[in-house]
């Protein structure tokens, strides 16, 4: 049944497990006092399990119009909250949730029940969170080790002057006003990277794009509200290498890399990233060429190999034709996905594969055997582990639900390892230093078991 809560101090002895969080109109967060805090995989609300402390660079916020659920500790019971007194004032709450920072894999959704009317909440990867004592705990797990994209690296008062310096140096290269425009504006570390001189620095190239998927962060005709805006004007080869020689003659280790949240697809664009890659190593042998792509163009891979590409990053949210088909409403299908990703290993680039996770769905038993099928076939070494930005409620009423035994984000992880043991899990690309070696141009990994 609908539950209130009431506001309290914080002395009376604290419960083991994360209690519920609540916010009221104004958005300030208040600790229910006695249900504890639940999440949600797919639909189907569940206590919180594995928990994790609040990393540094966690974001609260809660979701307007979306009830909170919590658990009744004494029945055990998902109880909705529909009132909450708190200092004399009583208030509809609405549920609270945390966006996690990069490395860090959700477990669980937030629990809640969406009003009829409810806003579309923008494009973020919202977690369950609680508090235990005086401590935020989120149903997360750091799932890549690596530092270089951890928030405390990314400094507004390092990067201002960096901007400003570099707009300064290059005052007629559209790409740098690009990378400006989202270091400034979207927060882009990838961007910022490019004026910090550190890492990995972002290359767009693209305002095109042959997929319309649900999640899609620059482009989304007011379906979700969208973080930022596509890049208007496509640089040219020689705006591209010569930020790309910048970079690379900078940061050790450095990566330039094409197919960034503000384009479309960068293979649409082959011609012109060969061309530029030809200038940049005409000019630097230095650090690592990698694209994100949606491998739509498997056709393209021969040129960019041979100019110069490295190492790829391929994105797709399932490995099961229906729910791709569903959610990246392409020009194409999950089996040229396929056939790009075994083309650029037989081409020896480096193949990640882009996963794009959603609890209740990426972690049900038919997910993973289509998921470890395709990495077998295309012999793949690493898979990337993302969370799907999105608000559930648009994809849940987008794609198919999911059937058969869910494992839980934990379970599917500890599950995809065992079977594929020389898989490498992680968040972020590799650089070039990370992979030479392990990998043969033309040769791919013949460790990897079959998957019954």
Known sequence: MPTEGRGRSRTRREPAQPRLLVADDAGRILDHPFLLAAGSSWDAPEPLGETSPAPDGLQLVFLPGRAPLGVDPSSGRIEPVTRFDFEGRRFRPHAVAAVLPPAHLRLLLPAC????????????????????????????????????????RFQASEIEPAVAAHLARFPHNGLVAQLAH??????????????????????????????????????????????????GRAPGAGEIAEAAVYHLERAEPGM????????????????????????IRARTQRGTIHMN????????????????????????????????????????????????????????????????????????????????????????????????????????????????RCLGMGGFVAELARRLPELEIGSFNRFRHEFEGRLAPGRTNENLPSVS
């Not at 977690?127 to 928030?151: K, Y």
């Not at 034709?321 to 990246?328: G, K, L, T, V, W």
């Not at 290993?345 to 395709?374: H, I, K, M, Q, Y």
């Open 256 to 279: 330039v890399s094409f197919g960034q949240g503000c384009e479309g697809e960068p293979s649409l664009h082959a011609g012109r990233i060969a061309e530029a890659i030809r200038a």
């Open 113 to 152: 029940e969406r009003a009829s009317g409810a806003p579309a909440l923008p494009l973020r990867g919202y977690t369950a969170v609680g508090l235990a004592g005086d401590a935020f705990r989120v149903a997360a797990r750091r799932i890549d080790p690596h530092s270089h994209w951890d928030p405390a």
């Open 293 to 404: 792509t949606n491998g739509s163009r498997p056709e393209a891979l021969a040129e960019l190999a041979a100019a110069g590409l490295q190492s790829v990053r391929v994105s797709l949210c399932s490995a099961h034709a229906e729910i791709f088909d569903a959610y990246h409403r392409a020009a194409f299908g999950l089996e040229t996905v396929e056939d790009f990703a075994r083309r650029a290993r037989e081409a020896g680039l480096f193949v990640s594969l882009n996963l794009l996770v959603f609890p209740g769905l990426t972690d049900r038993v038919e997910e993973l055997e289509a998921l470890a099928g395709l990495l077998e076939r295309c012999r793949l070494p690493m898979v990337q582990l993302r969370n799907l930005d999105l608000d559930p409620a648009r994809l849940l009423s987008a794609l198919p639900g999911p059937g058969g």
């Open 182 to 231: 989202c270091a400034r504006d979207y927060g882009c570390c990838t961007a910022a990277n490019f004026f910090l001189g550190t890492w990995e620095a972002a290359l767009p190239v693209s305002p095109d794009c042959d997929a319309r998927c649900l999640g899609c962060i620059s482009e989304q005709a007011g379906e979700s509200p969208s973080p930022q805006q596509r890049l």
